[in-house]
Nanobody
């Protein structure tokens, strides 16, 4: 089992940057594809980024491509989400998730473990 704890959320002005971190427990972090999702009030959970077990492959939806970067440090059991050029529509609770599989996925239902979330608020 994997426990995930996000940190790094907060309030930022439009155009600013934040870096989210997600620390994972356990010794098998490198066995998991990692993803970031977000959920705004009244909206469904939305895929934001995914990274392969080695960190060599990443995937983003068009809404964040070029602005967000996912990375991981398997030695530290941590995955990151660097968010630049933030927009008010990026405001949401951000969750990291772990998927015990080799393929990346954009579907929340295909992730096995979730963190508790961290709030990101972007003011205009």
């Amino acid at each position: 089992q994997v426990q995930l704890v996000e940190s790094g959320g907060g309030l930022v002005q439009a155009g600013g940057s934040l870096r989210l971190s997600c620390a994972a427990s356990g010794r098998t972090f490198s066995f998991y594809v990692m993803g970031w999702f977000r959920q705004a009030p009244g909206k469904e959970r939305e895929f934001v980024a995914a990274i392969s077990r080695s960190g060599g492959s990443t995937f983003y939806p068009d809404s964040v491509k070029g602005r967000f970067t996912i990375s991981r440090d398997n030695a530290k059991n941590t995955v990151y989400l660097q968010m630049n050029s933030l927009k008010p529509e990026d405001t949401a609770v951000y969750y990291c998730a772990a998927r015990r599989a080799s393929l990346l996925s954009t579907a929340a239902t295909e992730y096995d473990y979730w963190g508790q979330g961290t709030q990101v608020t972007v003011s205009s």
